[in-house]
Nanobody, 123 residues
Framework: QVQLVETGGGLVQAGGSLRLSCTAS????????MGWFRQAPGKEREFVAA????????YYADSVKGRFTISRDNAKNTVYLQMNSLKPEDTAVYYC????????????????WGQGTQVTVSS
């Protein structure tokens, strides 16, 4: 199973920006569809954004459309999440995972998750 390491979180004021990174182990990264998810305290983990293996197609949760941008660098085995115009409700631990893309959206492929990266947005 591929190992995923998320970095880039932090504390930011509302309206600010952060860029998260997720680096994968192994040589098959370019064959994976990748996604970002988040989990706020007391809530279930939810989908945020996804990108297909080539980077040509992206998917976003309605709550982040127009503010967040997912991208990837297959040469670096890394997927990014640029987060702009952050809101306090974006506060959560953010995780990446390999995803399966379908009519139902993006579903995580692996049942286990990395440590995630904490994003805290102050009002």
């Amino acid at each position: 199973q591929v190992q995923l390491v998320e970095t880039g979180g932090g504390l930011v004021q509302a309206g600010g920006s952060l860029r998260l990174s997720c680096t994968a182990s192994g040589r098959a990264f370019s064959t994976y569809n990748m996604g970002w998810f988040r989990q706020a305290p007391g809530k279930e983990r939810e989908f945020v954004a996804a990108m297909n293996r080539s980077g040509g197609t992206t998917y976003y949760a309605d709550s982040v459309k127009g503010r967040f941008t997912i991208s990837r660098d297959n040469a670096k085995n890394t997927v990014y999440l640029q987060m702009n115009s952050l809101k306090p409700e974006d506060t959560a631990v953010y995780y990446c995972n390999v995803v399966v893309l379908g009519v139902a959206g993006a579903k995580p492929l692996f049942g286990s998750w990395g440590q995630g990266t904490q994003v805290t947005v102050s009002s």
